[in-house]
C-alpha cells in the first residue's frame, strides 16, 4: 500500500480564494478579523500547505467576477478551494453557481463567527456548495482548513 503524502505522488493543488476586503486584515481597529496582516496569513497558510504536501494558491480579489473566474480555472487544475468570500458571501449568486460546477472538494472559511454577528451575515451562499464551514478562529481557522482539505482530497 502507498502512502498518498509521499514525495512520488503529485502534489495536490489547492486555491484559497479570499474576497473583499481580506487584505486589510490586520488594519481593523476593532480586531474582528484579528491582528494577523494578509501577507502573515498568506505566509502562514503556505507553510501549512508545505507542510502537508500541498500546492496552494492563495489569492484575493475585491471584485465578484474575478472570483467567479479564478473558481472556473480552478476546475482544470485544483483538486479542492477554500474560500472566505467575505461580503460576497451573503450575497452572490454568481459564485455559488461557479462553486457548484466545481467537480472538487469545498470548504468555507471566515475570520469571525458570522453567527454571532449582524443578522444578515447568518445566511450564506456558499454554504451550499460548500463540503464543511469554518468560522470564528481568526487565523487559525484559515490553517485548520488547509489541514481538512487536504484530509478530504486525500480520502
Known sequence: MTDSTTSSSPP?????LNGPNANLYGLDANKV???DSFPTLKARCDAKAASLGLTLHFVQ???????VDWIQEARGCASGIIINAAGLTYS???I??????FPGKIIEVHMSN???RESFRHHSYISKAA???IAGLGGDGYEFAIEAMSRLIRR
Open 12 to 16: 495536490q493543488t489547492v486555491w484559497f
Open 61 to 67: 480579489s475585491n471584485w465578484e467576477g474575478q472570483l
Open 96 to 101: 455559488l453557481d461557479a462553486l457548484l460546477s
Open 114 to 116: 458570522i453567527w454571532r
Open 131 to 133: 463540503d464543511g464551514v
Open 33 to 35: 478579523y484579528g491582528s
Open 92 to 94: 452572490s449568486v454568481p
